[in-house]
């Protein structure tokens, strides 16, 4: 008989095959749901990527057919463009064309009427000569005679003029004989001297120490650049221990270099931003420098009713050299002697003195304006109220005016004598006489030249010729041929006026 543990071992056996069953159907729904689901998502991928394709494909097509469209577009507007230029060169080649047929038939007809000239030429010749040997046939006598009588005539004529030219000239002399008097005084006085420093070309500039160099050059030459670009001037550092060169032959610019240099040293922060700022400064304080010492040299000279676009101008000159000269020393020279000058000859002291400080203004604005410094400053002096007397003598002291007016004379004596003399202009005296000796030289080098003398410290070479061996036609030719050669073998500064003299003199004594 089986027992009761025996059943329900056998009812628990078939629980769990039971329950097995049911686990393993489960499970396999389960997965058979789940690879549904999967195969279906797979399906949904699948048709949208084909969709994407299909639209892929699309744009593609869509894209080469507009880059297709707008190839063929331009292509076309190229070959319009071809066309029209094509068509515009065919035009101009048939214009050009009927331009030479134009100038080939105009050159045709100056040819013939050239040969027409010739022809009326001729037959004009001959007509002449007939017309003078009838002409001979009718008076009776050649036609050397015929001038012969004619110069004679001429001659007498000439002589009675010349007669009545001189009494005139007798007559005015007497009557401006005080004005006149006085001019040759003031050109007289040229003689004179005084001393005079020149100004150098560069500017050098202590460092603290050499490592400082090496600063002021910048990395890769930056701040040296920077530095040249906004002062314009050429900064030189070198194996001088210690030191800068500033070189530049513009003293405004180089003292504009100094003082900003000087500033960036003691400062030590140097860099291109920093230099710009320190350059922008120096050139105000330089700007106040400048009306300082317009100022202070009107003072000097007593001059008080100076306009002040006149008396910056002046302080400008401080930094303006004429071959190494200081414009502003000139300046103040040339007033100095012209106020002497004035007082010796009777007149106004004060007026020859503000022309002779006023004489180089022109020189203030450099290439600003264009033209002679001494009309360039006689528009200045009109422009800022002064007057007549003093545009004149600043207009005419290098002679771009003819000088009406003795105070004009006097200027002109003043600058000579600041300017004109040996070392006034860095000329070394032994160089100065060299050069004084060749142009002389070469002006006594020429056939019928009796004397030549080298005035004005050989800005000036007056020759007097042989009046029986030079005509008054020849004279012009001959300044013409000295000039050519002092410039071809002579160097000098400035310009050199050549003047060719030519006097006969008749001398007759009484039995």
């Keep these: 008989m089986i027992s009761i543990s025996t059943i329900n071992l056998l009812y628990a056996l078939v629980g769990i095959l039971v329950g097995g069953t049911v686990v393993i159907l489960w499970s396999r729904f389960k997965a058979d749901s789940l690879l549904n689901k999967a195969q279906r998502k797979l399906s949904q991928v699948e048709e949208e990527i084909r969709v994407k394709q299909r639209e892929a494909d699309l744009e593609k097509k869509e894209t080469i057919h507009k880059i297709r469209d707008e190839f063929e577009k331009e292509t076309k507007e190229k070959r319009n463009e071809l066309h029209k230029l094509s068509k515009r060169l065919i035009e101009r ?17 100056a040819k013939e009427k050239e040969e027409k000239i010739e022809e009326k030429e001729k037959q004009i010749e001959e007509l002449e000569t007939q017309y003078r040997i009838k002409l001979e046939e009718v008076a009776g006598i050649s036609s050397e005679e015929a001038k012969r009588i004619l110069l004679e005539t001429i ?62 050059i910048g990395r890769e030459g930056r701040n040296i650049r920077t530095f040249e670009a906004l002062t314009g001037v050429d900064l030189i550092v070198d194996d001088t221990p210690e030191a800068v060169v500033i070189s530049c032959f513009d003293p405004l610019r180089r003292k504009i270099a100094a003082v900003s240099l000087e500033r960036l040293i003691a400062d030590s922060r140097i860099h291109p931003a920093r230099i710009e700022e320190i350059v922008e400064k120096a050139k105000k304080e330089i700007e106040e420098l400048i009306k300082e010492e317009g100022q202070r040299v009107t003072f000097d000279m007593g001059i008080s009713d100076l306009s002040f676009e006149l008396t910056n101008l002046l302080g400008r000159l401080k930094f303006r050299t004429s071959y190494g000269q200081n414009v502003l020393q000139h300046s103040r020279e040339v007033s100095y002697i012209a106020s002497i000058m004035a007082t010796e000859i009777g007149i106004d002291q004060k007026l020859a003195k503000r022309a002779g400080l006023l004489h180089d203004i022109g020189k203030a604005v450099g290439q600003e304006i264009e033209g002679p410094h001494a009309l360039i400053g006689a528009r200045l002096a009109k422009r800022y109220g002064e007057s007549p007397e003093v545009i004149h003598a600043v207009a005419a002291h290098h002679e771009d005016e003819i000088a009406e007016t003795t105070l004009a004379v006097l200027i002109q004596a003043a600058d000579a004598i600041s300017a004109s003399r040996p070392g006034a202009r860095k000329e070394v005296l032994e160089a100065y006489l060299k050069r004084i000796e060749t142009l002389e030289k070469i002006a006594n080098s020429f056939s019928g030249v009796d004397k030549s003398y080298a005035i004005q410290a050989g800005r000036e070479i007056r020759i007097i010729v042989q009046p029986n061996r030079i005509n008054d036609a020849e004279t012009t030719v001959l300044s013409q041929e000295i000039a050519a050669k002092v410039e071809k073998e002579l160097s000098y500064p400035g310009q050199i006026k050549v003047t060719v003299i030519r006097e006969l003199r008749a001398v007759e004594y009484t039995k």
């Design 93 to 109: 080649e048939e214009g050009l064309d009927q331009r030479i047929r134009e100038l080939e038939q105009k050159r045709k007809k």
């Design 155 to 216: 001659k007498k004529e000439a002589k009675e003029e010349a007669i009545q030219i001189i009494q005139e000239v007798e007559r005015n002399a007497r009557e401006t004989a005080n004005r006149k008097a006085r001019m040759i005084i003031a050109t007289a006085i040229q003689r004179c001297s005084v001393d005079q420093v020149a100004d150098a070309v560069i500017s050098i500039v202590p460092l603290p120490n050499e490592e400082m160099k090496g600063r002021v």
